[in-house]
Nanobody, 121 residues
Framework: QVHLVESGGDSVQTGGSLRLSCVVS????????MGWFRQRPGGEREGIAV????????YYADSVAGRFTISRDNLKNTMYLQMNNLKPEDTALYYC??????????????WGQGTQVTVLS
């Protein structure tokens, strides 16, 4: 069974930075991509950053492009989300996920339990 565990969520002031981590164990060998999602209060879950293992450049939602960076450390089986210039609208529960196989198969893939990010105005 694949387990994903997020950490790094916290409360920060507007303009601050956080780095989220997602440890994956064991690594899902059939997965073509991993990503970060978030669910804001009263909102639906949205994908904000995707890392492709096929060589394609990462995807970022417009709301985070230029501020967030997704990366992976293969030796540590860990994926990261560096978040800079945080805004109150970034307040959400952040999840990491691995697609079951091809990118897009998120619902049948693997998910962490979430880590809370709160940005204070």
């Amino acid at each position: 069974q694949v387990h994903l565990v997020e950490s790094g969520g916290d409360s920060v002031q507007t303009g601050g930075s956080l780095r989220l981590s997602c440890v994956v164990s064991p690594y899902p060998s059939r997965s073509d991509c991993m990503g970060w999602f978030r669910q804001r209060p009263g909102g639906e879950r949205e994908g904000i950053a995707v890392l492709y293992f096929t060589g394609s450049p990462p995807y970022y939602a417009d709301s985070v492009a230029g501020r967030f960076t997704i990366s992976r450390d293969n030796l540590k089986n860990t994926m990261y989300l560096q978040m800079n210039n945080l805004k109150p609208e970034d307040t959400a529960l952040y999840y990491c996920a691995a697609a079951e196989s091809k990118c897009g198969t998120w619902e049948t893939g693997y998910w962490g339990q979430g880590t809370q990010v709160t940005v204070l105005s």
